[in-house]
């Protein structure tokens, strides 16, 4: 164990989650809002878009505010939102980026709320190890709403334990934006990150997100160094953080891609076979 560690900063939908499980309502949610809008049957658009993003995936991704911000295929929730932008794109209908963000991220939000509560079998023995870590601070920093994870977590810890995990949600990794705050150590983060397998640049400055992180640090008056970030998709949770300088652990997902493994190796973090496994981290 590091005893240098002493915050613990997960994501949620993946990283605890069995996400397969938890977004099987997903999907069908979100076709129906998508055909509620262009007032027609999109099912062979949707099945049409899909087959063609995840023949490529290294090739495809989710679109915000006008940049590619993850991989397409990491989970539903980013592929349902690249078919869906790409039926958009086909219908040639919300062209201007800040209108096209505002209508998706309402359509997103909708459909999320009729997910799923459906966990990894190892999420309660790693939160209850955080959780016993003395003089450790233990958070959740997702993008997704803070009650409904919140709401989430309480099924699986109950009320009480629940309350000790500080739960940051709409943290906006996605948005490529300078962050509100003066930041030297930020100031430092490069605009984007090169690798081999992607055509595509790994956009780095994502100011919501390192405003959550930033937030963090002043309130557990620790450091980057000090923290571990453990997330499953490593564009959205991982690449700034380590690029701020913490350690980060990489978990597994059914299709993590190449790119994603190497990134994290070369940052000198690790990719977990299990979720249990960064356990032996802290």
Same mark, same amino acid.
């Given at each position: 164990m590091s005893s240098a560690l002493r915050t613990l900063v997960f994501d949620f939908d993946g990283t605890f989650t069995d996400i397969e499980a938890e977004t099987v309502p997903f999907q069908p949610a979100m076709m129906s809002s998508v055909a509620d809008l262009l007032n027609r049957d999109? /099912?062979?658009?949707? @099945?049409? =878009? !899909?087959? /063609?993003?995840?023949? @490529?995936? =290294? !090739?495809?991704?989710?679109?915000f505010d006008g940049?590619?911000?993850?991989?397409?295929?990491?989970?539903?929730?980013?592929?349902?939102?690249?078919?869906?932008?790409?039926?958009?794109?086909?219908?040639?209908?919300?062209?201007?980026?800040?209108?096209r963000t505002a209508i998706t991220q309402a359509l997103y939000t909708n459909a999320y709320e009729q997910t799923l509560t459906a966990f990894r079998d190892d999420a309660l023995d790693v939160l209850e190890a955080a959780l016993s870590r003395a003089n450790t601070h233990v958070y959740v920093v997702t993008n997704s709403d803070t009650q409904a994870v919140t709401r989430k977590l309480e099924k699986l810890l109950g009320p009480g334990t629940a309350q000790r995990v500080d739960v940051r949600g709409n943290a906006k990794k996605f948005w490529v934006v300078e962050p509100a705050i003066a930041s030297e150590r930020f100031n430092r983060v490069p605009e984007m990150q090169r690798v081999p397998q992607l055509v595509r640049p790994i956009y780095l400055r994502r100011g919501k997100y390192f405003e959550a992180l930033h937030d963090i640090w002043e309130r557990t008056k620790t450091t980057p160094e000090e923290t571990l970030v453990c997330g499953d998709i490593y564009e959205l949770d991982l690449a700034l953080p380590a690029a701020l300088g913490a350690t980060v652990a990489l978990a597994p997902r059914r299709n993590t891609l190449a790119y994603e493994r190497?990134?994290?190796?070369?940052?000198?973090?690790?990719?977990?076979?299990?979720?249990?496994?960064?356990?032996?981290?802290?």
């Open positions: 999109v /099912r062979e658009d949707w @099945a049409r =878009e !899909q087959a /063609r993003i995840e023949h @490529a995936p =290294e !090739q495809h991704g989710w679109v940049r590619v911000v993850a991989p397409a295929t990491a989970d539903p929730y980013l592929l349902g939102n690249a078919v869906m932008q790409a039926i958009f794109d086909g219908a040639a209908i919300l062209r201007n980026p800040r209108t190497d990134a994290v190796t070369k940052a000198n973090g690790r990719v977990l076979a299990t979720l249990s496994d960064v356990k032996a981290m802290w």
